[in-house]
């Protein structure tokens, strides 16, 4: 079981910067992946950026070069550095965390933190 507890969302003007950070419940050394998901009003949620164990990094093309996704394993804490915010940015972010059992995986969700970027 992993807890996970997001914090630094909040209301910005386009083009600002915001830093969410997640701190999971345990290591995320035993945690295969970690990342932050959105979903905006009236539509599905969206992977915005993931890390692996390893330090791999994946991210949606409307992030790239805005968004960087690290991470910092003494504090088990997952942060996502967000620039050059754009209203459509705007949307209730989500930490998640992908544990794998054996054949199969678990996935883990925090409550997730409202950003809201206006124009």
């Known amino acids: 079981q992993v807890q996970l507890v997001e914090s630094g969302g909040g209301l910005v003007r386009a083009g600002g910067s915001l830093r969410l950070s997640c701190t999971a419940s345990?290591?995320?050394?035993?945690?295969?992946?970690m990342g932050w998901y959105r979903q905006a009003p009236g539509k599905q949620r969206e992977l915005v950026a993931a890390i692996t164990s390893g330090g791999s990094t994946n991210y949606a093309d409307s992030v790239k070069g805005r968004f960087t996704i690290s991470r910092d394993n003494a504090k088990n804490t997952v942060y996502l550095q967000m620039n050059s915010l754009k209203p459509e940015d705007t949307a209730v972010y989500y930490c998640?965390?992908?544990?794998?059992?054996?054949?199969?995986?678990?996935?883990?969700w925090g409550q997730g933190t409202q950003v809201t970027v206006s124009s």
């Open positions: 998640n965390a992908r544990v794998v059992y054996g054949a199969g995986y678990v996935d883990y």
């Open positions: 345990k290591s995320i050394f035993s945690i295969n992946a």
